[in-house]
């Protein structure tokens, strides 16, 4: 694990990349490194997150300046500018039920193929994906998602990489970090080991690739 500029920390990720960005409507969102992003016009990536947030918030950011190829959410309903390339077809848009997005990672960071799951059975979800048939129920396999890198913010972090997260900001961050070759996490605060208790560890240090501390 090392501390490097934010600057140094996106410039690693190229064009074309796959990211996983943490965040809830921006809530849990490393907002930092999403702006360094725009900054740096890193183009046509494809981003896993649970939804877009809002047009300059969060993920928004990178939609409003055309740097997004395709987005694998749970949902786009707060972002009007999502909505709109969807349909103009600029923007390609996996609508994935929240549920089933979270295992999906969770499967890409324990290793796992996929998932199979009954969410979707019957509807559009289903098109274009394999049905397994387990004991008469019918379940649909959800392949496992990764990515090249995973973006997460935390409230706290000891010098070794052990990271702990506040509140509801905790949401995606930690399955993400699980699900990437290459974990950044943008932080509020960075404490001498021992600080954090080790059952308040959420996400342990051997899982963190680079910090990146508040300015």
Do not use: W
Not at 20 to 48: A, C, S, Y
Not at 154 to 183: C, E, H, K, Q, W
Request: glycine share 10%; aromatic share 4%; with cysteine.
């Amino acid at each position: 694990m090392r501390t490097i500029p934010l600057e140094e920390a996106c410039a690693m990720i190229p064009s074309g990349a796959t990211l996983m960005i943490g965040g809830f409507m921006g809530i849990g969102t490393p907002e930092p490194l999403v702006d360094e992003l725009v900054r740096q016009q890193k183009r046509d990536l494809t981003v896993v997150a649970n939804d877009t947030a809002s047009p300059g918030i969060g993920v928004g950011k990178l939609i409003g300046a055309d740097l997004v190829r395709r987005a694998v959410v749970s949902h786009i309903g707060l972002n009007p500018e999502t909505q709109r390339k969807m349909l103009d077809g600029s923007l390609q848009v996996d609508l994935v039920p929240q549920g089933t997005l979270v295992e999906r990672i969770r499967a890409g960071g324990c290793g796992l193929g996929g998932i199979l799951t009954k969410t979707g059975v019957g509807t559009v979800v289903e098109e274009n994906k394999t049905k397994i048939a387990i004991e008469g129920q019918e379940y649909l396999l959800e392949v496992a998602l990764h990515a090249d890198f995973a973006l997460i913010s935390a409230f706290m972090s000891d010098y070794m990489g052990n990271l702990a997260y506040a509140l509801t900001a905790r949401n995606f961050n930690p399955i993400m970090a699980m699900a990437a070759d290459i974990v950044l996490a943008h932080v509020d605060n960075i404490v001498p080991v021992g600080v954090i208790a080790p059952d308040h560890v959420m996400t342990p240090a051997p899982i963190v690739d680079y910090l990146i501390a508040r300015r």
